[in-house]
């Protein structure tokens, strides 16, 4: 678990907060104490996700907002219960004003399930809306009962955007347009190879085949069947949302087996450098959605850096190579700091909810605003979506791989450095 004492230490290293300046604070109420709850999986197959928040929170804690922000983190350890158990907590026994949750549907859904029934605002990053919004509603299978939320705000991208950004990679390439799907029994995979609104209905009309063997339970062992599933269906292209290690696993067999598709554009698991540096030489042209990188032309409204510069400080404070997570993190707090500034009486939970829903705010990952736009009616009180590209990993000279984004439809703001390989 990240301890604030922990926080406070890291920051030392970081020199982002001496190097830039402190964070701006909003004009808070005087005496107010603000509580904030956040809650990711810093522990267990998903921990990835949370590789940088000690770097985030570290800045956070060290500048000019901690004397008016008391930040109480909890490790969900990547299992639902327990992100449920630690909301409850946070809730009842730390009595927080205001919930932040990142990371997969395993972690955001039942902290802001948890935080929407006691009645406590909450906001949420890092997991596509629908798993986000129709995951937590009482009966998915039956849009007409779904409701929007009192207390729960979501920001990220959602499946028709990963949807866009891998076929059009895909459609650089000369393939044969079979499509193999790797998507395993939890909230990603269930609402990606979902038959209404995950990838099936899309790609049927875009003209490609896919072949689906059915969902399989995160930490399987063996992907014999799915991948003498996609050798039957002649698969050329492989796509899913797994688990950074099932990603491993399923990867290696593929090879040891003979199964070499042209393209595998995978989300979640290799959304990490680390996670293709487990492959060797084989991670080359793997491709995934690329939501933040130092390249995006978007700035933090707390401290003004780029995301090129919060990307180069972690690097120079972690000697580690910056992940996208980073970005989204950042953000959280931005929106947080942003919504109690502009609530007069942050103990109001009503007034801190119609706070959060009135945000317009140009963050590190770009706008976030709850407006509705290019949303479905009954998800638009609720979610602001974030901009998405496509990238492949591109091995290099030496040792270790760079994340080149190879496609930019519809976000020709966000520079391309290059164009979709087949894989080798």
């Known amino acids: 678990m990240i301890t604030r004492r922990t926080l406070l230490q890291a920051s030392a290293t970081t020199g982002l907060i001496a190097a830039a300046g402190s964070f701006p604070m909003p004009a808070i109420a005087q005496g107010a104490r603000i509580k904030l709850g956040y809650v990711s999986p810093q522990t267990g197959p998903l921990a990835a996700f949370a590789e940088a928040d000690n770097f985030i ?13 008391e930040i109480i983190v909890r490790d969900s350890q990547s299992n639902p219960n327990r992100a449920a158990e630690v909301a409850q907590e946070l809730i009842i026994s730390d009595e927080v004003d205001l919930m932040l949750v990142a990371s997969t549907p395993e972690t955001t859904n039942p902290v802001t399930t948890t935080a929407e029934a006691e009645g406590i605002p909450v906001i949420s990053t890092v997991a596509p809306w629908q798993p986000w919004f129709i995951g937590q509603q009482g009966n998915p ?16 991208w959602g499946l028709e955007d990963v949807i866009s950004v891998f076929t059009a990679m895909w459609n650089q390439l000369e393939t044969n347009k079979a499509v193999g799907g790797l998507f395993p029994n939890d909230g990603d995979g269930n609402a990606w190879g979902d038959a209404q609104n995950g990838f099936p209905p899309v790609l049927t009309e875009q003209g490609f085949t896919l072949i689906d063997p059915g969902r399989y339970q995160n930490l399987t062992d063996d992907f014999s069947a799915q991948i003498n599933a996609f050798r039957q269906g002649n698969v050329e292209i492989v796509t899913g949302v797994p688990i950074p290690p099932d990603f491993t696993t399923f990867w290696t067999q593929a090879r040891q087996q003979g199964f070499n598709p042209k393209a595998a554009s995978i989300g979640k698991a290799i959304l990490f450098p680390q996670a293709v540096e487990a492959l060797g030489d084989t991670g080359h042209n793997l491709s995934s959605e690329v939501w933040w990188s130092p390249n995006h032309p978007f700035k933090s409204s707390l401290n003004g850096l780029s995301a090129g510069e919060v990307a180069a400080a972690y690097t120079e404070a972690t000697s580690r190579q910056w992940t996208q997570p980073i970005g989204f993190v950042h953000a959280l707090l931005e929106v947080a700091v942003d919504a109690m500034g502009r609530t007069s009486d942050v103990t109001d939970r009503d007034a801190v909810a119609e706070a959060i829903a009135a945000s317009d705010l140009q963050t590190i990952v770009g706008r976030v605003a709850f407006d509705g736009a290019g949303l479905p009616p009954f998800a638009q009180a609720n979610v602001s979506k974030t901009p998405l590209v496509g990238g492949q990993w591109r091995l290099r000279d030496g040792g270790g791989y760079d994340l080149v984004i190879v496609d930019n439809t519809g976000q020709t703001d966000i520079p391309t450095a290059g164009t979709m390989e087949a894989i080798g």
């Open 57 to 69: 929170l570290a800045n956070f804690a060290e500048s000019a907002a901690a004397a008016e922000f």
């Open 141 to 156: 299978g039956a849009p007409d009962s779904w409701r929007p939320f009192d207390y729960g705000f979501h920001f990220f």
